[in-house]
């Protein structure tokens, strides 16, 4: 797909012209201090290259779920100033999702504080799509990791204006393409995050295209229960049991042997490892154990292609982090191969671990796009690109 996408050249000479930029902002917070900066580093580059062009640069995004309204929670003010900082320029701040800047580079509020970015209703969507093309000459779209959604910044934005795709989302689709039509193999694929049900349709659409699928992280429970292992009261879908049955049945799953457990999840917990098949019932499985981080480095080795999405324990937590830091390290080690950290947690992990991002091949900025994506699903905000809108 991504050969289909235009590229901001196919714009022509933007000099002198503005641009709308519908970046990916999306980053956590602690209160009103940015956590994890990786997303703005990573929009920084196609904004500035198009400043540096002689271009007027407006930037959307959105910041987690305003629910359609101001919330001063959510305000892009904080990321408006760090993302000045990384750019070591200027950037004007505007404290309206649909305002008008006075400056050559500026970011607009939450876009999601207006109720027209997510409404289901065409005409309201397409409402203040209109409000938003109506600030620039042309638009483009560096947010990966809000494609798959139909809004009114990332899907209807781009049939009001000449488009393209910044090369941010550009350089992620080509390399999810490589993860599903061209893998060197070996192929491994590590799975972890808390719930099977959110990648059943990852493993569907991988699993035939894999050489091997490792699983850790709170899904994993779901898969020991469908070998008839009693969890405790590690996280279990009763409802997912037999598709995991089924999944195992290809004999490329491997599973945790060992597991971290306790009765809380605090810093000061009380910890034991375990035998993946002798959880105690009053305990809870928050991190796959030493043998398993071995056993998966060692299914690792020699891999030439590498996707991994989700974390393999509480990572948040010290007492429950060894094994996601283990595996990641395993995955930063290989020497040569095509290495994928399908964003989300798994992104967040790597800097909070202290992992270097440069041994990665790529770290990409969307958790949900990067899924979907690697499921064959259709996401909006690369159609309308393509010019097939849905």
Known sequence: MSSSLPGVESL??????????????????????????????????????LVDAGVAVVVCAHLGR????????????????????????????????????????????????????????????????AALAGLADAYVDDAFGAVHRKHASVYDVALRLPHAAGQLVRREVGVLDRLVESPDRPYVVVLGGSKVSDKLAVIDHLLPRVDKLLVGGGMCFTFLAAQGHDVGGSLLEDDHIDKCRELLASGKVELPVDVVVAAEVTDAAATTVVDADAIPADQNGLDIGPKSVAGFAAALDGA????????????????????TRGVA??????????????????????????????AYTHISTGGGA?????????????????GMEQ
């Not at 649909?98 to 939450?110: I, K, M, R, S």
């Not at 999601?112 to 209703?121: L, N, Y």
């Open 304 to 323: 030439r292609t590498v996707f991994w999405n989700g974390p393999m324990g509480v990572f948040e937590v010290e007492p429950f982090a060894a094994g």
């Open 66 to 129: 305003p629910k359609g309204r101001p919330d001063p929670a959510y305000t892009l003010g904080p990321v408006a100033r760090r993302l000045g900082e990384v750019l070591a320029r200027d950037v004007e701040f505007v404290p309206d999702p649909d305002g008008t800047p006075q400056t050559a580079l500026a970011v607009l509020e939450n876009v999601r504080f207006h109720p027209g970015e997510t409404s289901k209703d065409d005409a309201e969507r397409g409402a203040y799509a």
């Open 370 to 386: 990067s899924l979907e994506y690697l499921e064959g699903k259709t996401l909006p905000g690369l159609s309308v690109l393509e």
């Open 329 to 358: 390290q395993a995955i930063a080690d290989l020497d040569g191969a095509l290495t994928v950290v399908g964003g989300g947690d798994s992104a967040a992990a790597v800097r909070a671990l202290g992992i270097d991002e440069t």
């Open 12 to 49: 022509g000479d933007l000099a002198g012209k503005r641009v709308l930029i519908r970046s990916d902002l999306n980053v956590p917070l602690d209160g009103h201090r940015i956590a994890d900066d990786g997303r703005i580093r990573a929009s920084a580059p196609q904004i500035r290259e």
